[in-house]
């Protein structure tokens, strides 16, 4: 069985807005399957369905505290603010400072579908938000304060993990090639 094609950058998909399931049956757990399958190859800790094509509202999650499969997710409540760096298989090769709920209260329902909530915070909550946003077409270059993109050309180590310099375009502060640069919020982590 082949895996989903996580689609990338302008693709249009990743802009349209996610539709409600109505039922949870074997097909939806089936794409719930094939969504986490996906992930995990790519080795991301998150996937919602538009990235792989699919304008359901399905995402999956996992920042190593076990696999989360959520359909209809919502958020009905948030607290604090915090900042940090955020990518996305979507987007290869991008980094950018996000600004953050700290900590928030998902409602959705599960893959049975039973209604389910789910409190996050640090690296869930973040996820969770971002996994969201994905099924209203937002990006989170789309939130970022700064936008690092790693040059890739000549198969040079991308090495994982060090936080690359390059802007977009030479010579460029590494700012707003998402478009805008926000107000920074105070929050923690300006870890550079
Ligand atoms: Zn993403």
Redesign the pocket.
């Known amino acids: 069985m082949a895996l989903l094609e996580i689609h990338k950058f302008d693709d249009p998909v990743l802009r349209q807005k996610a539709k409600p399931v109505k039922r949870v049956g074997a097909a939806i757990r089936k794409t719930l399957k094939d969504m986490s399958e996906a992930m995990y190859e790519a080795k ?1 800790i ?3 369905a538009p ?1 792989v094509g699919l304008d359901r509202a399905m995402i999956v999650v996992d920042v190593g505290e076990g696999l989360l499969e959520l359909v209809n997710p919502k958020i009905v409540s948030s607290e604090g603010s915090a900042t940090a760096a955020e ?5 290869p090769g991008m980094w950018g400072e996000v600004p953050r709920a700290e900590k928030v209260k998902v409602e959705a329902l599960d893959a049975n579908g039973h209604r389910t909530w789910i409190e996050g915070e640090g690296m869930l909550a973040r996820a969770l938000q ?2 969201i ?2 099924l209203y077409g937002i ?2 270059i789309d939130k970022a304060t700064s936008i690092t993109i790693e040059e890739d050309e000549d198969g040079e180590d991308g090495a994982e993990g060090e936080e690359p310099e390059t802007a977009e375009g030479q010579g460029a502060t590494p700012k707003a090639a998402g478009g805008e640069t926000r107000k920074g919020p105070e929050g923690e982590g300006q870890c550079e």
């Not at 990518?87 to 987007?91: A, F, H, R, V, Y």
């Open positions: 991301g998150g996937l919602a990235q990518g996305c298989l979507s987007l971002h996994e946003d994905h990006l989170f």
